[in-house]
């Protein structure tokens, strides 16, 4: 094998980020990748996110870029546009609703048609693959990164509308990505930030985490993400995530499971591999362990540390050059039968049905609960007096863009009732801000309160508990995370919207007002305090 073949393979087993000084242009290092390193594959954030034509100009320069450059195939253009909170279109494109409101809809048909409409907008703007869906079971009600990303806690369930997305994307043309194996779902840490364990041995993953994977592999899946989780019960090496472990990438998931498509890591600047062996080193062992991308989002001199480091291990036989080879083969497989790309693109145009799509699943999957009859629906009066209460957001999972981290909960309850006055504290609210809020829910008759992932903010929990206190008319929104009602089992009415989006929230405000309906059923079960479950 030649040197410079080497490194363009090499080049091609790379999928990485960039910033640049504007959304529709290229940064310098990025461009030097591309061209002279050969690098296949481009992740885009919200930083790389302009309006829809800018977007068309960025993919449209960055695969001219890799055509003359001598690239044989196009670029992967990927994206994180799970829908709901994670989610990096904006300006132009539709705000569909995310996996676990789609779960609550207990209709499978709606994720294909979600997936179809999604494909459809992200391959009229240049981008081709779509990391999507997310097929973690989300058993664990304190995960802090999984949470409303996953369909819910029945493997099954989980299983069933994870292909049904898949396909719906496929169908339009753009590669998906199932996510995270072996799975991310019964963790209690965020490995943006640190290692999570998982403890399951085989038997139990078989029955719970690998499910929605098998029915995907049997289903085409085109390409499989790895988790920076530590299964101890799998990789005999203490804390070696799953993207670095052979056991778990050539045993498990080729071997056992006969997958023999691509395999990306998660981004190798994630702590729990930045802070272990280092992101250069574990490129170097990831593939190694049978991972054919290498994922690097954010610095240019990590992405050229990591190309250096797989080039020189492969000279120096620490990689069998075998394994470059069919890392190489199963990528340029992928580029040859499932790349979609028209560089004679119309403009972008919005399809309308889609805004209706979204609103039609967000009815069938908004949740509510009215425990005490007479409460609904709100009066929106001008003597009705309701004040509105609400964090603002502040805390993000690294995975959500910060872009869309405002709401509009009291806007929104002011297109219905005017009137209505509006209070917001911080995400974790001190004792000044809850006496605050206190002394004017004196003056109201009804109070609405917004949580956003209460069951991590023990001061969103005391304001709650406070309001009910003042022998008020509460009615609680849980913006975020459903498993925040489990802490009020004394609501007499909530809703659940599984996503702080205008739209999910817009609609939930109108079902408190009797102006339309949601039928949707929680998808995982809520444990209340001193209280029966609710599923």
């Given at each position: 094998m030649m040197m410079d073949t080497l490194r363009k393979k090499i080049g091609q087993l790379m999928v990485f980020g960039f910033k640049a000084e504007s959304p529709s242009k290229l940064s310098s290092e990025i461009h030097n990748l591309i061209e002279n390193h050969h690098v296949g594959g481009i992740i885009l954030f919200g930083r790389n996110i302009g309006t829809p034509e800018e977007i068309q100009e960025l993919t449209s320069t960055l695969q001219k870029t890799a055509m003359e450059s001598g690239h044989e195939h196009p670029l992967f253009i990927c994206i994180d546009q799970e829908n709901g909170v994670v989610r990096r279109l904006g300006e132009g494109t539709t705000v569909f609703p995310g996996a676990m409101m789609i779960g609550a809809t207990g209709e499978p048909e709606l994720a294909h048609n979600v997936g179809y409409a999604t494909g459809n907008e992200l391959l009229g703007l240049g981008i081709n693959w779509n990391l999507s869906p997310v097929v973690d079971v989300n058993n664990n009600p304190y995960n802090p990164v999984i949470d409303v990303r996953s369909f819910g806690e029945y493997p099954e369930r989980v299983a069933e509308f994870g292909v049904q997305l898949m396909n719906g994307m496929k169908e339009a043309g753009v590669i998906t990505t199932l996510k995270h194996f072996p799975g991310h779902g019964d963790t209690n840490l965020d490995s943006h930030l640190e290692l999570p364990v998982i403890p399951h041995d085989l038997q139990r993953l078989n029955e719970v985490e690998l499910v929605p994977f098998k029915k995907a592999i049997e289903n085409g899946a085109d390409t499989i993400m790895t988790a920076h989780v530590y299964f101890p019960s799998l990789e005999p090496d203490a804390d070696r995530p799953a993207t670095m472990s052979k056991a778990v990438i050539t045993g498990l998931l080729r071997g056992e499971l006969g997958y023999d498509g691509v395999i990306t890591t998660d981004c190798m600047e994630m702590k729990a591999i930045a802070d272990?062996?280092?992101?250069?080193?574990?490129?170097?062992?990831?593939i190694k362990a049978g991972v054919d991308l290498i994922m690097i989002s954010h610095l240019p001199e990590l992405q050229h540390a990591a190309i250096?480091?797989?080039?020189?291990?492969?000279?120096?036989?620490?990689?069998?050059?075998?394994?470059?080879?069919?890392?190489?083969?199963?990528?340029?497989?992928?580029?040859?039968?499932?790349?979609?790309?028209?560089?004679?693109?119309?403009?972008?145009?919005?399809?309308?049905?889609?805004?209706?799509?979204?609103?039609?699943?967000?009815?069938?999957?908004?949740?509510?609960?009215?425990?005490?009859?007479?409460?609904?629906?709100?009066?929106?009066?001008?003597?009705?007096?309701?004040?509105?209460?609400?964090?603002?957001?502040?805390?993000?999972?690294?995975?959500?863009?910060?872009?869309?981290?405002?709401h509009a909960l009291g806007s929104v309850v002011q297109e219905i009732h005017p009137e209505a006055r509006v209070a917001t504290v911080s995400q974790h609210p001190t004792q000044g801000e809850i006496d605050r809020v206190i002394e004017q829910a004196q003056q109201?008759?009804?109070?609405?309160?917004?949580?956003?992932?209460?069951?991590?903010?023990?001061?969103?929990?005391?304001?709650?508990?406070?309001?009910?206190?003042?022998?008020?008319?509460?009615?609680?929104?849980?913006?975020?995370?459903?498993?925040?009602?489990?802490?009020?089992?004394?609501?007499?009415?909530?809703?659940?919207?599984?996503?702080?989006?205008?739209?999910?929230?817009?609609?939930?405000?109108?079902?408190l007002y009797g102006k339309t309906k949601v039928t949707g059923k929680f998808p995982v079960t809520i444990k209340y305090e001193h209280g029966a479950n609710k599923e």
């Open positions: 272990g062996v280092g992101t250069a080193q574990g490129a170097v062992e990831a250096e480091r797989v080039y020189s291990a492969v000279q120096n036989g620490e990689i069998e050059e075998s394994t470059i080879d069919e890392a190489y083969a199963r990528v340029m497989k992928l580029k040859e039968n499932g790349l979609n790309w028209n560089s004679n693109r119309n403009p972008f145009t919005q399809p309308e049905h889609h805004e209706a799509l979204a609103n039609d699943v967000m009815k069938k999957g908004i949740t509510l609960i009215e425990k005490k009859q007479g409460i609904l629906p709100l009066s929106n009066d001008p003597s009705h007096q309701v004040l509105v209460v609400y964090p603002e957001n502040t805390y993000l999972t690294q995975v959500e863009d910060e872009r869309f981290s405002s109201a008759d009804t109070i609405i309160v917004g949580t956003l992932t209460a069951f991590r903010s023990k001061s969103q929990q005391r304001l709650v508990k406070e309001l009910f206190q003042t022998k008020k008319q509460v009615v609680l929104i849980a913006m975020r995370s459903p498993y925040d009602l489990g802490h009020f089992p004394g609501v007499s009415a909530a809703i659940a919207t599984y996503e702080f989006t205008t739209p999910a929230l817009r609609i939930a405000i109108q079902c």
